[in-house]
């Protein structure tokens, strides 16, 4: 178990002033292939999953949205259709090589004007209090080292009435699937991994770094000690995802 001063990075116990930069390591080596792996090891649902985010967001023309660990810019680009040229929307991440695939393919595609990028980590975030209408954290989370610090600076820039959407990776409902998930997680993706990124150990990190991550119930009461309300969550694909919101009161 780790105690104050070590938190885990995968399996492995590590100082927590550490885990920041083995973190960084794994998306420094993976960036440029993350999109390709993300489709090749979901099947294409992570799409599913993030469409599913974005329409329980409540996200309308002329909102703020923050992004946070928002990598190659999946959400960003979506929201930033949504809002408009009257909205704001930030993508923010702690890491420059994921932010530079995200801005390269942003602009490339046509949104490099309406989204803001941002290097920040997600335990300090560089906003005032009570800025956005809307915050998102996908696949995210579960990298950080102070998961409950996040979560507090969160919801302190939400504007009242503002609703944070964390998308992650969480535990099956089934005994079986969480079998067959088993398997494929500790064999597949690192192989996968491998061939694809030429990087079999951060593809191991994913999959013990999802074992590591807090279940359902204990992420939802996370988020209510960050004093957010109304907080609820719903499984996706049996529960290998889930999307848990919550209000600021
Ligand atoms: N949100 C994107 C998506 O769903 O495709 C990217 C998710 S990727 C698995 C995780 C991202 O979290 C990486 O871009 C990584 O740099 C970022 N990240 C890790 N720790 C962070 C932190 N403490 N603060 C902000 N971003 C962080």
């Known amino acids: 178990m780790a105690d104050q001063?070590?938190?885990?990075?995968?399996?492995?116990e590590v100082p927590a002033k550490e885990k920041e930069s083995h973190v960084a390591k794994v998306f420094d080596s993976?960036?440029?292939?993350?999109?390709i792996m993300n489709d090749l090891?979901?099947?294409?649902?992570h799409r599913l999953w993030k469409r599913f985010t974005i329409d329980k967001s409540g996200v309308r023309t002329g909102h703020?949205?923050?992004?946070?660990?928002?990598?190659?810019?999946?959400?960003?680009?979506?929201f930033a259709r949504i809002v408009g040229p009257s909205g704001r929307v930030v993508l923010a991440d702690i890491n420059a090589s994921m932010l530079e695939v995200g801005r390269d393919r942003l602009t490339n595609e046509g949104f490099?004007?309406?989204?803001?990028?941002?290097?920040?980590?997600?335990?300090?975030?560089p906003f005032p209090d009570n800025t956005f209408d809307c915050i998102t954290i996908a696949f995210g989370l579960r990298n950080v080292t102070n998961k409950d610090t996040a979560l507090a600076d969160m919801a302190r820039v939400?504007?009242?009435?503002?609703?944070?959407?964390?998308?992650?990776?969480?535990?099956?409902?089934?005994?079986l699937l969480t079998k067959a998930y088993d398997t494929y997680s500790f064999?597949?993706?690192?192989?996968?991994g491998q061939l694809v990124a030429n990087d079999s150990e951060s593809y191991r990190?994913?999959?013990?770094?999802?074992r590591m991550h807090p279940d359902q119930e204990t992420l939802k009461g996370m988020m209510e000690e960050a004093g957010l309300s109304l907080c609820q969550y719903y499984n996706l694909t049996g529960g290998i995802v889930a999307l848990h919101t919550g209000i600021k009161a």
């Open 5 to 12: 001063n070590t938190t885990h990075f995968g399996y492995r």
């Open 30 to 35: 993976v960036a440029s292939k993350y999109d």
């Open 41 to 45: 090891m979901s099947l294409g649902i």
């Open 64 to 78: 703020a949205v923050l992004d946070i660990a928002g990598g190659t810019g999946d959400l960003a680009k979506k």
């Open 112 to 125: 490099g004007g309406q989204v803001e990028f941002v290097q920040a980590n997600a335990e300090a975030l």
């Open 158 to 175: 939400l504007k009242p009435g503002g609703r944070l959407l964390v998308l992650e990776f969480s535990k099956p409902e089934n005994p």
């Open 187 to 192: 064999t597949a993706l690192p192989v996968m």
């Open 205 to 210: 990190y994913l999959a013990e770094s999802i």
